[in-house]
T-cell receptor, first 116, second 111 residues
Framework: DAGVIQSPRHEVTEMGQEVTLRCKPISGHNSLFWYRQTMMRGLELLIYFNNNVPIDDSGMPEDRFSAKMPNASFSTLKIQPSEPRDSAVYFC??????????????FGPGTRLTVL | DAKTTQPPSMDCAEGRAANLPCNHSTISGNEYVYWYRQIHSQGPQYIIHGLKNNETNEMASLIITEDRKSSTLILPHATLRDTAVYYCIVRALSGNTPLVFGKGTRLSVIA
């Protein structure tokens, strides 16, 4: 299994531009999570999906952020318009979604976003 | 907010056991203790979890006190590759709940 796949790995853009981050979860996993990591705030949850349905988006900073999961194998996180304070590493994670204590989350390698 | 307290940093000599403590005094009866680690520039990686019994796998051991208010992650023979930030997380039994990360402990394994 290739694990969770994220693209691009690095993105440099200018303030005001639209940014789209992509994630392919592990096949068969029912839950997908988007996290953001900065030095100041650490790792924080932005949004998560179960069976392609958004469950909790309370971590999304503001309306400039949106996330979709059109099918079980693909999700996007979009920032429009981007601002310098959005610079961070964005991680996607997936888990089987079983009601079980062993419900490990598998993280992708992250997308390092720099907004100039 | 994270429900755990961990020391910000620790050092460990290579080949020695690394013992990473975690306080979770407000843990509920249905909450498990999970440990993840994050090696520099990588995504977090699951290590181990437990409810009340001690657990061991190929990576580490987890010791949970009888009152469940604290736990210790043990890396029996630390190597330089174990240098990472280690996160202790309490989480209810569920298929769907996300992880809430605190600041973790930065473990430096020294040759």
């Amino acid at each position: 299994d290739a694990g969770v796949i994220q693209s691009p790995r690095h993105e440099v853009t200018e303030m005001g531009q639209e940014v789209t981050l992509r994630c392919k979860p592990i096949s068969g996993h029912n839950s997908l999570f988007w996290y953001r990591q900065t030095m100041m705030r650490g790792l924080e949850l932005l949004i998560y999906f179960n069976n392609n349905v958004p469950i909790d988006d309370s971590g999304m900073p503001e309306d400039r952020f949106s996330a979709k999961m059109p099918n079980a194998s693909f999700s996007t996180l979009k920032i429009q318009p981007s601002e310098p304070r959005d610079s961070a590493v964005y991680f996607c994670a997936s888990s089987p979604g079983r009601v079980s204590s062993y419900n490990e989350q598998f993280f992708g390698p992250g997308t390092r976003l720099t907004v100039l | 907010d994270a429900k755990t307290t961990q020391p910000p940093s620790m050092d460990c000599a290579e080949g020695r056991a690394a013992n990473l403590p975690c306080n979770h005094s407000t843990i509920s009866g249905n909450e498990y203790v999970y440990w993840y680690r994050q090696i520099h520039s990588q995504g977090p990686q699951y290590i181990i979890h437990g409810l009340k019994n001690n657990e061991t796998n190929e990576m580490a051991s987890l010791i949970i006190t009888e009152d469940r208010k604290s736990s210790t992650l043990i890396l029996p023979h630390a190597t330089l590759r174990d240098t990472a930030v280690y996160y202790c997380i309490v989480r209810a039994l569920s298929g769907n709940t996300p992880l809430v990360f605190g600041k973790g402990t930065r473990l430096s394994v020294i040759a």
